[in-house]
């Protein structure tokens, strides 16, 4: 087999993907787009080539031995944002799991690994792959060495061979390096001469092909001003060539033989796709499937197909085993029971049917230890069965623990915990399309086994708690959380699915209106859905100017568009063209799809062990994610209704909780006093960052410092509020710097938050949820900066939810002692969702705010608002 060396160039290729996707982040807040689109790349590169040899080089620093040359080589290049940087470890430890080389040599550029490796293979009988996302490399080119440069996003990779880069250029490998040396690189800040581009260079080079032979015979270049500026600029010229040139002599000690590559350790590699959260890309790995758990140890259990009192104990530890992730379905497929009398089977068919199991689950007295009490009580619920005497959670636990390990597989749970003795469910039930949920005794064996770690777990986790001083937050907090979060999933919210369908109507009109005036403006008509199309009446027939090219013609993204929207009515049209039409497939009809027939109802689930930062998210459907920034977006909320006659929807919503509570742990006295005072701290903000009074304040102002101040809140760097505000990165940081010496409490938290993190390995919220950032003390300056930030911003938004929840708890309580009908029906963000009577709606006015602002109490005043109507958009 022809041997063959595949070398990445691990910078380029790390930024590319960076700069082509939108931020990621995964269950740990780690941003990942870099990482994700790093990884596309290599599967897809080796995939296709594979290569029989491998390396990934990189720059080992700032300064490299050109720097000799030109101190200002690569000067001007802004500061690698921290979002990226923080990435570089991820990618590492990727390549490490893939079992690929990687290699830095310092003074030397990634570049220069490239290409003396290159050269030694090539001379060694190899072909040779290059991968990068910057042309310098194409001067490497050969016959047995082709240069792929990514384009488009990250895996579309044109190759440049000898003919490749005549066909392009009309030049060879060898004179790219004489046309940089003309026209220089603006990103490697290399000068060439100046006013000479891409073309005048390439029209040199076919005359006097290598830029000394030109500088030789300038008297015979056509045009005044290029002679003078060719004569002027020559030293500049032979300086610029030889910075561009890469060297194919750098002391590298790795040998082409040394970066032999196997294939990858799936076990290592599924272990860093699933930290990452590539949830995706499991199924892309070979081999994958074949994975099995460890050996465990032989048990013995009984099968019981006729329930009586005696199998039960006053303790049980019982695992509910529904066969959906949407467990809405009540789909069981059986259960594990443990106690003192013994481990047992528990089939489904009978079990459901029996007598005593409904007495026993509906007994409060005899105690339920479970794994996942929320998807096990709505499941049975639906069986018309109520599980009660929950007093542990196996799930919940270890969530609080550490809520950075957020996987809900039983056994990872378990063995996290050193519960080794069960098989993952992939083992026993396959996976995929061959996943077949067992039967028999393989299925209660593997039922027995979990409940068998939820009785093993329970004593070692709670005295966990304890240590933490979590105890309060379990059993106080979470555990009632999750019975209240279950009543609420299995409540429902009624959903007027003739209101949808005749916004669905409504937008499908509207759509069909804008589409005749966008193709009056285009004087023809065309698939608008069609980037290809869209871009030849845009950019060919208007002569709107080309922001930027793709492979296979213009770019006609989103913010190419935002970019043309003064020059073309059009563009205003296509871009609302495209809002409603994401509006109408995502939400509208998503949401026409889980709708249940038989009540018009939807049943969101919440999570409650997924954030690290304690927030509760929702699926199926994501009602969180409603786009109510647009005005088609906000009528959806008409759609949910009470599922009552003569009731009403009521909202209530905490106003600015996280930076109330930055107020009361940074004990600053401007934001306090703000609070206290009743002002909008955005504006009192603006005053104090512009050192203006109330009245001076601008809207713009306002909105800088409404950034800011959420940008704080949030651990956002100069690049991200850079991004966010349309400024540049130096002027974000200065705001930044400006907001932090107007607010010393604010400085001095963020300074001193950081040292807790460092002594104790973690930070807490108020009510001691806790959160580990072992990379607070990371060598790695990039993943310690990140590290830094979460310390910052997980306490602000771990106690925000910690009050949430809260009231949660509080409001259930109160609605009950008040004897009110009212129900709680849903948790977005910081606001609380309810459906109630008429006539208790004066009762809800008092009660409902009283409790939600003193759920906890803070040191500035917690303000609720709250509104009603006939629906969800009338009550805001």
Known sequence: MKKKLMLIDGNSIAYRA?????????????????????????????????????????????TTFRHSTFKEYKGGRQKTPPELSEQFPFVRELLDAY?????????????????????????????????????????????HITVGITRKGITDIEEYTPAHIQEKYGLTADQIIDMKGLMGDQSDNIPGVPGVGEKTAIKLLKQFETLENLLANIDQVSGKKLKERLEEFKDQAIMSKELATITKEAPVTVTVDELSFEGYDVEKLLAVFKELGFNSLLGKLEGADEIVSEEVKEISFETVESITEAVFAAENSLYVEVLEDNYHTGEIAGFGLSNKNGNFYLPVETTLQSEAFKQWAKDETKRKQVYDAKRSIVALKRHDIDLQGIDFDL?????????SESTEDFAGVAKRHQFTNVKTDEVVYGKGAKKKVAEGDVLGEHLVRKAMGIADLYEPLLKELEQNEQTDLFFELELPLSLILAKMEYTGVKVDVEK????????????????????????EKFN??????????????????VIKKTKTGYSTSADVLEKLEHEHEIIREILNYRQLGKLQSTYIEGLLKVVHSDSNKVHTRFNQVLTSTGRLSSIDPNLQNIPIRLEEGRKIRKAFIPSEKDWVIFAADYSQIELRVLAHIAKDEKLMEAFTNNMDIHTKTAMDVFHVEADEVTSNMRRQAKAVNFGIVYGISDYGLSQSLGITRKEAGQFIDRYLQSFPGVKNYMEDIIVEARDNGFVSTVLHRRRYIPEITSRNFNLRSFAERTAMNTPIQGSAA????KAMIDMAARLEKEGLRTRLLLQVHDELIFEAPQDEIEKLKEIVPDVMEHALELAVPVKVEYSYGPTWFDAK
Not at 109 to 131: C, P, R, S, Y
């Open 395 to 403: 799930l919940l636990a270890s969530y609080l623990l550490n809520p």
């Open 18 to 62: 960076f700069f082509a996707l939108p931020l990621l982040n995964n269950d740990k807040g780690i941003h990942t787009n870099a990482v994700y689109g790093f990884t596309t790349m290599l599967m897809k590169v080796l995939e296709e080539e594979k290569p029989t040899h491998i390396l990934v080089a990189f720059d080992a620093g700032k």
């Open 500 to 523: 949808l369908e005749e916004m669905k109507a409504e937008i499908a009109e509207r759509l069909k209106e804008i589409e005749a005036r966008i193709h009056e403006h285009a004087g």
């Open 802 to 805: 910690d009050i949430i929840k």
């Open 99 to 143: 079992g690929i080389k990687r290699y830095e040599l310092e003074n030397f550029e990634a570049d220069d690994i490239i290409g003396t490796l290159a050269v030694k293979a090539e001379q060694e009988g190899f072909e040779v792959k290059v991968i990068s996302g910057d042309k310098d490399l194409t001067q490497l080119s050969t016959g």
């Open 528 to 545: 608008i859905n069609s980037p290809k199309q869209l871009g030849v009446i845009l950019f060919d027939n208007l002569g709107l100017p």
